[in-house]
Nanobody, 120 residues
Framework: QVQFVESGGGLVQPGGSLRLSCALS????????MGWYRQAPGKRRELVAV???????NYADFVKGRFTISRDNAKNTVCLQMNSLKPEDTAVYYC??????????????WGQGTQVTVSS
């Protein structure tokens, strides 16, 4: 059984930072690409960032230069460092895992989500 443990969400002021973490168990972590999606109220779920098993990364244009995704295969964790947060970054952030290759990522396992709220 694949399980995710997500942490790090919360309330932060505009311009602030948060670090999301996700620990995965029950599958071969190192074999999968790992990603973060987000969904704001009334909006579609969208890809934020993905990191391949080999470490290459891709980011949505709206977070480039502000967010950094990383993974630690020894600890089965993936993190999303979010800096210079904006109110429009407010959303539920979902950790996920699945097969990936350059230009392609198909999440098949999903975490429960963690709320990020950016507000003064």
């Amino acid at each position: 059984q694949v399980q995710f443990v997500e942490s790090g969400g919360g309330l932060v002021q505009p311009g602030g930072s948060l670090r999301l973490s996700c620990a995965l168990s029950g599958t071969i972590f190192s074999a999968y690409a790992m990603g973060w999606y987000r969904q704001a109220p009334g909006k579609r779920r969208e890809l934020v960032a993905v990191i391949m098993s080999g470490g290459s990364t891709n980011y949505a244009d709206f977070v480039k230069g502000r967010f950094t995704i990383s993974r630690d295969n020894a600890k089965n964790t993936v993190c999303l460092q979010m800096n210079s947060l904006k109110p429009e970054d407010t959303a539920v952030y979902y950790c996920n895992a699945g097969p990936g290759s350059p230009g392609s990522y198909t999440p098949i396992y999903w975490g429960q989500g963690t709320q990020v709220t950016v507000s003064s």
